[in-house]
């Protein structure tokens, strides 16, 4: 039943890489590197938040439960 949302997870998978990318590196805030990371971040956590991701095991839980 996940398989519809398998591009969800793979979101959360990829913002979980960029926050620990930016936590590693947290100490070079100003460098390009890390603003392009900070960018990627902000634009997959608003993605994310428009697909419902934060809501997509609760609603597998739900279509089973009825």
């Not at 969800?8 to 603003?35: G, P, Q, V």
């Not at 809501?55 to 279509?63: G, N």
């Amino acid at each position: 039943m996940s398989k519809p949302f398998e591009h969800i997870k793979r979101m959360e998978s990829l913002i979980k890489e960029e926050t620990d990318w930016l936590s590693k590196h947290a100490n070079d805030y100003d460098s390009d590197t890390y603003k392009t990371h900070m960018s990627r971040y902000e634009s997959l956590s608003n993605q994310f938040e428009q697909l419902e991701g934060y809501q997509y095991e609760s609603k597998i839980k739900q279509y089973f439960t009825g």
